[in-house]
């Protein structure tokens, strides 16, 4: 979400109360002002507190050049943005590990199941028509139920997506 607030780590403290919040894996969709900023003012704002974990973080920017090159619909993602989401990682959290996510990878944490369901390595080496066909997608899956986050997807990723899983 959005830089300028404390929606994430307020909700959280709700959820924990005065119990130490652990966050095993923070997906980052892609490197659009309306992801990732919560995310970098959350690691400014705690990473140095003692009762706040990030114990990774999960994404699949694809390359720079991709993402920040020129597009036929809207805007590129400014590779201003994309370098700030890296620096404030190596400022506030070197310990925090990054991980690449690829297609068809499955994550397990405590009774959840997070499969990659596209990254933006599936629709390379076409051109990036618009920045949100960069958008990871991913469906996560506890117990009997799933939820899918789709983000931005956009016109390309629609047909991949379609193409990969049915």
């Known amino acids: 979400g959005y830089e300028g607030d404390d929606r994430v780590y307020n909700t959280l403290r709700k959820l924990v109360g005065n119990e130490e919040i652990v966050i095993a894996a923070w997906f980052i969709s892609h490197p659009h002002a309306d992801h990732y ?6 690691i400014k704002n705690h990473s140095s507190d003692s009762d706040v974990t990030v114990e990774r973080v999960i994404h699949n920017y694809g390359h720079i050049d991709v993402i920040t090159s020129k ?43 997070v499969e990659i369901l596209y990254t933006i390595e599936d629709i390379v080496p076409e051109p990036l028509e618009n920045p949100n066909d960069s958008s990871m997608v991913i469906r996560i899956e506890i117990g009997k139920d799933s939820i899918i986050f789709l983000n931005d997807t956009c016109y390309k990723s629609g047909p991949i997506l379609h193409s990969l899983w049915g």
């Not at 900023?37 to 959350?42: L, M, N, S």
């Not at 070197?94 to 405590?110: E, N």
Request: hydrophobic residues 40%; glycine residues 6%.
């Open 71 to 113: 597009v036929k619909y809207g805007d590129p993602i400014p590779i201003t943005d994309v370098l700030a989401f890296y620096d404030t990682l190596k400022t506030y959290a070197p310990h925090v590990p990054i991980f690449k996510a690829h297609t068809g990878q499955r994550i397990s944490f405590g009774s959840a199941t």
């Open 37 to 42: 900023p919560a995310f970098v003012d959350f």
